[in-house]
Every structure is written in structure tokens, then in C-alpha cells.
């Protein structure tokens, strides 16, 4: 459709964006024949984007002059995610590739439940992963993780399986790990040296994103809802194809 209504070079430049999907099959067949090798690959990953993260958001929420300065260029420069200020100072890095944590926790869990035992190196990147995603800011995120955790929670009503007591220890270990990386964050932005850029607490923070309506980032996404309609309505069922401007 797209090369029937656009040119060949926006097709080809919005279309760009999904080739990576080609890659599935091999994620597919290695995660088949070397499971645990993978799982310990993805593991190991998540571990570092925690660690990156929790410098990132240290060197941020504190007065550290000209590192602060070459992290915010390098983070841009390379494309790794935004960083931007709140009014009351704190500083929300939001870094894409931390949607991974989520198939992470997942991992965690599942391990963890095989286990049949609370495991510190899980109960600390469920922890990490969690606190990460809280503290991205990203609504997204955080609603995704919401209905996630609904439609998990809904399917073991539809089912009516059991909840066993390798479910309830993984649940509580889990909760535990949460509350823990969420406090690891909330003392990382208070810690007293170098001084503390934060206006207000990280719940204050927190209760802003969810009351605060009038940020730019908000007002955009509302102010392009009716052409987004219009759009759509001129090809409802089969889409603009790729290469729409």
C-alpha cells in the first residue's frame, strides 16, 4: 500500500524502522537449542542497563559540574535516550532499550518459581528492574505494565488454577524485591554528596506525573489526536501503508 500511495524513499525510510524483525527467527532458534545460555545473556544485560541507569540518574540528581554535562551530550550523541528536567528538579532519563527489563522480570520470576526458593541474584534484578521502570517516568511503561499485570492476574481467575506455595513464596519475593529497588532509588537521589539538585521527594515526583497535565509532551500528544483522526478516516480499514507523513 505504502509504494502504491508514497515514494519509494519514505516507504523505504519508515519502513526501515521494522527490518529488524527479520532477526526474530534466530532469537527463536537460539533461545530453543541454547535456553539457558540465552536467558543468562539476557540476565547479564539487564543487570547492566540497571547499573547504567542508576549512574545516569546519580550523576543527574546531584551537582557534579562538567560530568554531568558530557554524560547529557554523550546520552544524546548516541542516541541512547533523553534526558529532561521536572520543575521541582528531578531528572527523568528515559532510555528506550529498558522496555527489556520487562521480559526480564519475567525471566526472573520464572526462574525463581522452578527454583522453588527465593534467589538473591533474581530477587535483585526483579528489584533493579522494577525500580528502573518506576523511576523512567514513562507513563507508557507504566501503564503497560498495569494491563500486563491485570491480564496475568485475569487468566488465573479464568483458568482457576491454583495458587501454590512456590506462587505465593515467588509473588512475596517479588513484592519484597520492589520495594527494596524503589527505595534504592528514592536514597540514590537523596544521597548527601554531591549536593542534591531535588526540589521535592521522589513520591512527590511521582504524584506529579500522574496529576500534571499541561507538560508539552502531553499537550502535543492531545493536540495531534483530531489530525490523527482525519487521517485515519481516509483509509479506515486498510491503513496509509508505510511512508505517510
Known amino acids: 500500500l505504502g509504494l502504491l500511495r508514497h515514494p519509494i524513499g519514505l516507504v523505504f525510510q519508515d519502513a526501515n524502522a521494522w527490518f529488524f524483525f527479520a532477526l526474530l527467527p534466530t532469537f527463536l532458534i537460539a533461545g530453543s537449542r541454547w535456553r539457558r545460555e540465552v536467558e543468562v545473556a539476557l ?8 547499573v547504567r541507569f542508576a549512574i545516569l540518574l546519580f550523576v543527574f540528581s546531584h551537582d557534579t559540574g562538567d560530568l554531568a554535562l558530557a554524560l547529557y551530550r554523550w546520552v544524546r550523541d548516541t542516541r541512547l535516550g533523553e534526558v529532561t528536567f521536572f520543575a521541582n528538579g528531578f531528572p527523568r532519563v528515559f532510555l528506550p532499550s529498558i522496555a527489556l527489563l ?7 520470576i520464572a526462574r525463581m518459581d522452578a527454583l522453588r526458593r527465593m534467589h538473591g541474584t533474581h530477587m535483585a534484578l526483579i528489584g533493579g528492574a522494577i525500580a528502573v521502570l518506576v523511576a523512567s517516568f514513562s507513563r507508557s511503561f507504566w ?11 485475569s487468566m488465573q481467575v479464568v483458568r482457576r488454577a491454583p495458587v501454590t506455595p512456590s506462587m505465593r ?3 512475596m519475593a517479588s513484592v519484597i524485591a520492589a520495594i527494596i529497588g524503589v527505595g534504592l532509588i528514592a536514597a540514590l ?7 542534591s539538585l531535588m526540589a521535592s521527594g521522589f513520591s512527590r515526583a511521582i504524584a506529579d506525573r500522574f496529576t ?13 489526536l483530531v489530525p490523527l ?5 481516509k483509509h479506515v480499514f486498510l491503513g496509509n501503508g508505510f511512508g505517510t507523513t
Not at 540476565?43 to 540497571?50: D, R
Not at 520487562?102 to 526472573?108: E, K, L, Q
Not at 537521589?189 to 549536593?195: E, T
Not at 483522526?229 to 478516516?233: G, L, R, V
Open 143 to 153: 501503564l503497560g505494565g498495569g494491563v500486563v499485570m491485570a491480564a496475568l492476574m
Open 102 to 108: 520487562f521480559s526480564i522480570i519475567g525471566i526472573a
Open 212 to 224: 500534571v497535565t499541561g507538560e508539552a509532551a502531553a499537550s502535543n500528544r492531545r493536540q495531534e
Open 43 to 50: 540476565l547479564a544485560a539487564a543487570g547492566y542497563a540497571i
Open 189 to 195: 537521589i537523596r544521597f548527601p554528596y554531591p549536593s
Open 229 to 233: 483522526q482525519q487521517a485515519i478516516a
Open 169 to 171: 513464596r515467588t509473588f
